[in-house]
DNA sequence: TGTACCATACAGACAGGTCTGTAGCGCCGT
DNA sequence: ACGGCGCTACAGACCTGTCTGTATGGTACA
């Protein structure tokens, strides 16, 4: 999304770059968002200010506001890192199982499940940022849905290629219980929420299977 | 979930106030807590100002600090409060099943499932506070922990008396599905996360006891 | 080669508002 | 008279977002 810092002059003549003095435009804009993706995440949204996002980050805070209109907009592209992130790992997944949709689903599991048992896990970032704004309508929300979403469109694909009768309800049943961990792990026993999480699964669909 | 105006404390009707209270003062107490508790679900914690509460609650800022030494004991009680509300509400369900462990099961999961379906709800206090409060030594923190350690104990009592062969592990998924339940409910078709959660339950259920 | 131009970078002050928590004053009921 | 109450003002910190000013390094054209 962010892009290539290459030329596309529009209206204004014979000026063919917007590449700015250093080329670091791009760069500064990285260094921004990862450095509030960090801090967003480890202590909180609204916890963070943007001066605290800038002197972190080493930039100028009129380079934030050129780069993101609004600590809003920040907010909604950090999802959309998170959330492209999140989708990479998946497909890196999905790649290794292209014949095997159970094998493909437990390798999903798995790494879900190392991921919410890290030290420093600290929940699943749509799911609080949902629960630090309640205006559904906030450009962040609109991320967070449709993430969750997508989650359970392809927890749906891969239950219809199990062959189950009711793959949408197994898509549901699983999202549910994903969300759940994602939520849960703070709350249980460090280590406890991945086994935990790959062992229900795995109850549901051996009774999806049946059914 | 919260937020029944009428309910009026019912503590102290006005004669023993031999503590110095004159029975005002734990009705301005409750006005208060009352008054943030409905705030705090609905918009966020963080979001909340004392002065909204003070505002809203028709009572001075002096009053709220008498009664509460800073806003975090503030949202400690509030916390306090809704776990409170809840276990009034499972112990209830509780002592219609006595004899019925599976019966008492399935009554708990209509109850949620019919809380986490109502227009309003904005998921579990708990969890959203623990999303908003990084530190897990915050006092609401604290209180959220034990809450969701409650649940589990709660659980694991009635899987023990389902007799499934381990009822800890069948306590921790349906945390797990809980948890999960009280989060997606945002996420999901409105309506749709209580007949999920009961059927998900259910298969667990089944699935426990086989074993 | 030189020079004007342009986009971006950094630095820092500032505006206007909100936050938590405290203090002084007068009112009222016991 | 005393203690809790409401009201108002305040302190000091923090918030988002804007503004001014300066440095830097590419591109275009002479």
Redesign the pocket.
């Known amino acids: 999304m962010p892009a290539s810092p290459g030329s596309h002059s529009a209206g ?18 990285e ?1 921004i968002l990862q450095t509030a993706s960090a801090l967003f995440y480890q202590r909180g949204v ?8 800038v002197d972190e ?11 993101f ?4 907009d ?1 907010i909604a592209a950090f999802l959309e890192r998170e959330d492209q992130d999140f989708w990479n790992g998946w497909t890196r997944v999905t790649e290794l199982h292209k014949t095997d949709p159970a094998a493909e689903l437990e390798a999903h599991l798995d790494w879900i499940g190392e991921r919410v048992g890290r030290p420093n896990y600290r929940g699943c970032p749509q799911l609080n940022v949902a629960a630090e704004f309640p205006d559904v309508d906030h450009p962040a929300r609109r991320v967070a849905s449709a993430h969750k979403q997508e989650l359970r469109r392809r927890l749906k694909g891969i239950a219809e290629r199990l062959r189950v009768k009711r793959p949408d309800e197994l898509a549901g049943q699983l999202s549910l219980l994903i969300n759940g961990a994602f939520v849960s792990s703070q709350m249980l026993s460090p280590g406890e929420a991945g086994p935990l999480l790959r062992a229900t699964a795995r109850a549901l669909i051996t009774a999806a299977r049946k059914q």
Chains 1, 2 share one sequence.
């Open positions: 204004t003549p014979r000026n063919t770059n917007l590449d700015g003095a250093q080329g670091n435009s791009a760069e500064v804009r260094r609204r916890a963070v200010g943007v001066d605290l996002v980050a080493g930039v100028a805070k009129t380079s934030l506001y050129r780069h209109r609004t600590k809003d920040l």
